[in-house]
């Protein structure tokens, strides 16, 4: 059973937030020519899993709504682990962060299926 805080209280929420915040704090070495490309649409990918999975959860009583929020979720994850490719191809002295955040994004959404499913409760 979920706590006080909801969504905040799920595992995935907790993992997904800290990894948009460490590529948040990673982002800020990136070079100054890509702040409006990398560096913008990572850190907004990875911001915007945590806020899909805020929407799935309120809107678990209703199936379809629910997985298209978690769909959503899986999408903005897949976005992020395609700009961390990126990066990972030309920013060679950040290798052991960016195997650390893959991992941690390639997971992170059968997650959300498997612990909280509507009707579970």
């Not at 805080?5 to 982002?27: E, P, Q, R, W």
């Not at 702040?35 to 678990?60: F, H, P, W």
């Not at 709504?65 to 897949?78: A, Q, T, V």
């Not at 997650?111 to 409760?121: C, F, K, M, Q, R």
Request: net charge negative.
């Amino acid at each position: 059973m979920l706590g006080n805080n909801g969504f905040k209280d799920l595992i995935v929420y907790k993992k997904a937030f800290k990894l948009a915040c460490d590529i948040y704090d990673i982002s800020l070495k990136f070079p100054n020519e890509e702040k409006y490309s990398l560096t913008d649409q990572i850190r907004r990918s990875s911001r915007s899993v945590c806020a899909n999975l805020a929407e799935a959860y309120r809107k678990r009583l209703y199936l379809n709504h629910y997985l298209l929020k978690i769909s959503d979720c899986d999408g903005e994850n897949s976005e992020t682990s395609v700009w961390l490719d990126f990066l990972s191809r030309h920013e060679h002295h950040m290798e052991e962060s960016l195997a650390r955040f893959e991992k941690e994004s390639r997971r992170g959404i059968l997650e959300a299926w498997l612990e909280y499913s509507p009707g579970l409760d």
